[in-house]
């Protein structure tokens, strides 16, 4: 009984500060007004914005190269990350709605696969550009888009996710989705030049576009 006390009063007198740390903050998932996602605690020291394209080579190695780090770090409750959709083109487009689809708590690990595969279907995607070049003047946004879906190969790729095709085309047929990934490009670019880029607490890191560049301005912000 004595230790029973003694380790309650030990508990009881941890400072609170302690107590937090020691939660995941990686199972947090906030939602922005703009649609974005913030992953980790929305009170972080240090708030890493990343503005990405889907169909940008560095940003692919960004993210493959990058993910696990950060991960610990959103987990420690240090930092916080949001992607921030910069926009480009009608696959990159595809893609941003295809890793929302599905919410916010899908949304980082289909963000993931999409940029792993990231050479596979753009090569595809390309090609039924090309080859539909005539047809796609033509077509309506939403038939444009599952026409890039599934001539990419990423329609395929997300049902091997567990995204049904119904709830895949729905997605590309939403045109809230459209309107809010239109506003958050048009954002971005107005705030960067070229993708990827960061903001950290709200400053732009310039000059830095890979991993190497922005790790050691977080552990300067704070980032632990």
């Known amino acids: ?32 007004p703009t649609g974005s996602y913030v992953h980790g605690n929305p009170a972080a020291k240090v708030k890493l914005v990343e503005y990405i394209s889907f169909t940008c080579g560095h940003c692919a190695h960004f993210v493959g190269e990058a993910s696990a780090a950060l991960d610990a770090r959103v987990k420690s409750g ?6 921030r959709h910069a926009v480009r083109d009608p696959l990159d487009l595809t893609a ?7 919410g916010p708590r899908a949304f980082h690990g289909h ?10 279907w753009l090569e ?20 444009r888009l599952q026409g890039y879906a599934g001539g990419s190969g990423l329609l395929a790729l997300m049902k091997a996710r567990g995204l049904p095709e119904a709830k895949a085309k729905a997605c590309l047929a939403n045109p809230a989705e459209l309107k809010t990934l239109t506003e958050q490009a048009k954002a971005a670019f107005a705030v960067i030049r070229g993708t990827p880029s960061f903001t950290i607490n709200g400053e732009v890191v310039t000059g830095v576009h890979d991993w190497s560049g922005l790790q050691p301005r977080l552990v300067a912000a704070g980032s632990l």
Do not use: F
């Open 78 to 83: 240090t930092t916080s990350v949001e992607l």
């Open 96 to 102: 941003s709605i295809l890793a929302r689809c599905a």
């Open 1 to 32: 009984m004595r230790y029973s006390l003694m380790a309650a009063a030990a508990v009881i007198a941890t400072p609170l500060s302690i107590l937090a740390a020691a939660q995941d903050w990686s199972r947090t998932i906030t939602p922005t």
């Open 124 to 143: 595809k995607g390309a090609a039924w550009q090309a080859a539909n070049a005539e047809a796609l003047k033509t077509m309506s946004i939403s038939a």
């Open 111 to 120: 963000t993931r696969a999409i940029m792993a595969a990231q050479p596979q």
